[in-house]
């Protein structure tokens, strides 16, 4: 018995264990905006995870993920990179030059 409860907590705590990996994808609206979605590989929701916009070293746009998963933003005329930060080890970074 004793063996039985301790297999069902080790596999209750599996999925607790298993990371999930953000995703981001995002694509410049055609009007001066770019529109990006996140969210998680385990079909999380990203809404409230942080997102920025840096140029240079510096976060120029600070935001949260809507209900939706989505963040927009002005589309800077400089370069600048897309942040989807959820915490350590869970960053994705998309160059502005691959977003179309």
Same mark, same amino acid.
């Given at each position: #018995?004793? =063996? ?5 907590? @080790? #596999?209750? #705590? ?11 994808? %995002? @694509? ?7 529109t %990006? !979605?996140? +969210? ?10 942080? @997102?920025?916009? !840096?140029?240079?070293?510096? /976060?120029?746009?600070? /935001?949260? @993920?809507? !209900? ?18 959820? +915490?350590?080890g869970? =960053?994705?970074?998309? !160059? +502005?030059?691959?977003?179309?």
């Amino acid at each position: #018995m004793k =063996k039985l409860l301790l297999s069902l907590f @080790f #596999m209750s #705590m599996a999925p607790a264990a298993l990371a999930h990996t953000p995703l981001l994808s %995002c @694509f410049d609206e055609g009007d001066g905006t770019v529109t %990006c !979605e996140g +969210g998680f590989s385990d079909g999380s929701s990203a809404s409230g995870v942080f @997102f920025y916009v !840096e140029q240079d070293g510096k /976060k120029t746009v600070e /935001k949260k @993920f809507d !209900e939706l998963n989505t963040v927009n933003f002005a589309k800077p005329s400089d370069d600048y990179k897309a942040v989807f930060d959820a +915490g350590e080890g869970h =960053k994705v970074i998309i !160059e +502005g030059s691959k977003i179309n």
